[in-house]
C-alpha cells in the first residue's frame, strides 16, 4: 500500500492528494491485510482510480455521492469505527448530501421525465448550480 506523506512543501492537511486521499490512507492503515486495491475492488472503483484520488492526480469534485457512501461502507465493514460517509464527503470537499429516500428519489425521477427536454435540462443546470453553492 502507497502512504502519502507530508513532504514539508506542502500546508498541514494539503499533502497531495488533499483530505479524500490523506482520510483514505489513514483509514486504510488501520485495516489489517487490506489493500487500495482491496478497497477499490470492493466499494466498486478501478484500482487505478482510487490511486489517483489518494495521490491526487485526479480530483474528486465528480466522484459521484454512492461511490463516497461505498467507500465508507466498506471501511466500516473492515471494522474501522471513525469513518462515517460526512467525514468521507467533507474530506471530499464534497456537501454532504441528506439521507436518501428511494421514495423521494421516484418520485423526482417520475416527475423529471414527463419534463420537456428544455425544462430538464434547465433543472440539471438549477440543481447543479445549487450543488456548488453548497460546496462554499
Known sequence: MTTTQNDGTHPA???P???LGVLLTHLLDQVDGKTQKDLAEEAGVSPKTLSAWMTGTRGTSRVRPETLRSLAAVLRRWGVEDVSPRRIFEAAGRPVP???DQERELRLLEVYRQMPTPTQRALIATAE???K????
Open 17 to 19: 492528494g488533499g483530505g
Open 133 to 136: 453553492g453548497a460546496a462554499r
Open 129 to 131: 448550480a445549487m450543488l
Open 98 to 100: 441528506g439521507p436518501t
Open 13 to 15: 492537511g494539503s499533502t
